[in-house]
């Protein structure tokens, strides 16, 4: 029997107790995929986060994500909570490149002041990558009534910045009201995407430019408190909706409300000539808990 030391993170928070739950494995070495899927599951967290020796020396470390269903290529709050557990277990600070299925991830961490602070770029652009579900079918899949989601130029779309989302708008109230559907949820087929992003923008909160909920359910996980990744997307979706202009946008984007964990998710857009060239994801995190696994 092995020991395993961990750390569990608040992530996309500066509070402990909201934002989205991480675990991070800290020496994963003589993990098998399968014991990582396990321990994941274990865990029964979100996601859970596997530190490894890097396969190029350059970089700081390798890193692979898990839900409880399955690996990914990236997810936001673990690169963004396992680089602030990497940093503060080897006094850290900057740049640090960690090697993830996604390609590598530059992520710059700050651990002075309060919380600390993380923010990746995404190498991945987002980009439309398929077919979305028409609206009614997103609409009974989340127990939504009809005419709630827009199929104007704010139309439901399937894009991906190295994880495929369906991006569906509507809103504010009907955000707030959504519930999964098991059986119309499961009716919509999603294997390749990871969920569905469902979002107000322009709220009735004067420093938050997206309300956003993100139910996976084909994942393991029912709703998401704060995905990284499908923001990171996000932008692929907001150009094809509207004009935006050439420069850099800030967003601000609020999730995990509803289910009593708030989250906060910054991100950085690029724009030139109507087309998304940089996306920069970032947030804070808090360490709750450490421990040893056994395995």
Known sequence: MKTFEFETYDVFTDQRFTGNQLAVVMNADGLSTEDMQMITREFNLAESAFILPPENVENTARVRIFTPAYEMPFAGHPTVGTAIAIARARNLSGLLKLELNAGLFPVTVNLSGGAAFAEFQNPNLPSETGAAPPADRLEAALSLPAGSIEIGDHKPRLVGAGVDFVYANAPLDAVRQARVNSAAFEALGITEPVGVLLYAKGVDAPDIDFHVRMFAPEAGV??????????????????????LTDGEHIWKIKQGVEMGRPSL??????????????????????????????Y
Do not use: F, M, W, Y
């Open 222 to 243: 029912v709703e998401d408190a704060a995905t990284g990744s499908a923001a990171a997307a996000l932008p692929g979706q907001i150009v094809l909706c509207e004009d």
């Open 265 to 294: 998710i910054n991100a950085r857009v690029q724009i030139k000539n109507g087309a998304v060239i940089s996306v920069h994801i970032g947030g804070c995190a808090v360490l709750v808990q450490k421990g040893q696994l056994s």
